[in-house]
Structure formats: C-alpha cells, structure tokens
C-alpha cells in the first residue's frame, strides 16, 4: 500500500536571526498559498547565510535548521502587500545542519520526518514570555537593535500594527 507523508512542516530560507523572528511575532514576508501554510503544524527556518545587508541580520550556519515554531497564524505580513507572515504561539531553537537542500523557492512545505528532525528533548517557549527575557535583552544590547527589532517591540508595547510605527533617525 502507498501513502502519501502529511504535510505538516512549513520550511523557510530566511537571513533573519531567531531574535528578530521572535520579537516580529513570527518570520514573514512570504509568497505563499495561505490555506496550504494553515493545514502546517510546524514552522522551520532554515539560515540563508549569503543574503546581503542590511536585511540579513542572522549568523547561524548556512542551511541549517535554528528555530521552530508551532503555528498558530497566517496573516498578512506587516508592510509587504501580497506576502505573508507565520506566527507561532511557541518556539524552541534547535541546531540540525544542511536542512535546507538549495530549493530555488525559499518556502517549502514538507514534514518534519522527512527533514530529519525530532522534537524530543526540544525546550519550547511561548510567544508572550519572549521579549523581557534576559537573554533576549543581553542579546539585543551586544549585537544592537535593528529597525524592524525595534518597530515590533514599539508595536506590541503599544497595541498598534508594525505598519503605523515610523522611526526617525537625525544624525
């Protein structure tokens, strides 16, 4: 008997760190078919070491698996009009290489046993305990904050969207 494996993963190829992806409240802007994306159970980012600056802003090793989020939303993505963003509700970072296998599409859509990752032992955080954390604060005080790090956390401590965040920098 023949079966066909479940999709149940959602595969990105993204420059961005797990930091940013968390503070922007999942990885986006992505083309892709939303109701496909909405039956994924899992969001795996894989690391796009050769994306130039300044969107690129993570070092983990090219192709490799860093993060994974249990989905909880498609959306829209904050300022791309026709691309989406992945929420997830919890996330754990993991460190399996060579995941991404050099697609000319940067989102696939797979499942978690045929990438080879096994979630046993991974230690999942939710979403709401994420941006007060020291860790989280240690690492945007050595490596900096970016626009969009910024623009995310403006949004949530406020209650607006990304969107309606502007930042002005006078030098």
């Given at each position: 008997m023949f079966m066909i494996a479940t999709e149940n993963a959602l595969v990105v190829f993204t420059a961005k760190s797990p930091e940013t992806i968390v503070l922007e409240g999942g990885s986006q802007a992505w083309k892709l078919d939303p109701a496909r994306a909405?039956?994924?159970?899992?969001?795996?980012?894989?690391?796009?070491?050769?994306?130039p600056e300044p969107y690129a802003d993570g070092n983990e090793?090219?192709?490799?698996?860093?993060?994974?989020?249990?989905?909880s939303r498609i959306s829209p993505a904050d300022n791309d009009e026709g691309r989406w963003k992945i929420e997830f509700n919890q996330?754990?970072?993991?460190?399996?290489?060579?995941?991404?296998?050099?697609?000319?599409?940067?989102?696939?859509?797979?499942?978690?046993?045929?990438l080879g990752i096994n979630l046993d032992g991974a230690q999942f955080k939710e979403m709401d305990s994420v941006v007060s954390t020291p860790q989280t604060a240690q690492t945007m005080e050595s490596a900096g904050l970016t626009i969009a790090q910024a623009k995310a956390g403006l949004a949530k401590t406020y209650g607006v969207d990304v969107g309606s965040i502007e930042i002005v920098i006078r030098g």
């Open positions: 909405k039956k994924c159970e899992w969001l795996v980012c894989t690391q796009n070491a050769h994306n090793p090219h192709g490799s698996a860093f993060l994974i989020g249990r989905i996330y754990a970072r993991i460190s399996q290489p060579n995941v991404w296998t050099g697609d000319r599409n940067p989102v696939r859509y797979t499942n978690l046993d045929a």
